[in-house]
């Protein structure tokens, strides 16, 4: 496995020209079920009520991949159903962290970030650090690796 690990990193610079900078390996999603239900229910709460500026943190499966939004700052956009039904917009800060370049339809994510309401349901943004610190970091989790 260790012989492994110098030849991963080496095909994934070659195929995706990763910034490792912005990766963290991470095992799996750290969440118990009862912190599932706890982060459901806040961003439940968040969308019912048609709240903007929320701390969320959630789980999803990715339904469908967008475009990069490449009008002023860079975002990697995709959709995902969230584990309690609804479906949200992730628009991903490429300009300040990792690209999710291996992320595909059917992947699972972890995500936290800022929950802001919109008539199609909602977008996370903020998955990133905040340079200025008035965010909380925030960051996304797929396959394995966390991205921020």
């Known amino acids: 496995m260790k012989k492994l690990i110098p030849i991963i990193a080496v095909l994934g610079l070659a195929w995706g020209g990763y910034d490792w900078r912005n990766r963290i390996d991470h095992a799996a999603p750290s969440a118990s079920v009862g912190a599932h239900s706890a982060d459901d229910r806040t ?42 039904g609804p479906t949200l917009l992730v ?34 943004h903020w998955t990133h650090r905040d340079p200025t610190g008035r965010h909380p970091p925030g960051w996304l989790k797929c396959n394995g690796v966390t991205f921020q």
């Open 43 to 84: 961003l439940a709460s968040a969308i019912s009520t048609q709240q903007g500026n929320v701390a969320v943190h959630g789980y999803g499966v990715v339904k469908k991949l967008l475009p990069d939004d490449t009008s002023g700052i860079r975002h990697q956009r995709f959709l995902i159903r969230l584990d309690s």
């Open 91 to 124: 628009a991903h800060n490429i300009s300040r962290a990792g690209r999710v370049d291996l992320l595909r339809v059917g992947d699972r994510i972890e995500f936290k970030g800022e929950y802001e309401w919109n008539p199609q349901g909602g977008v996370v």
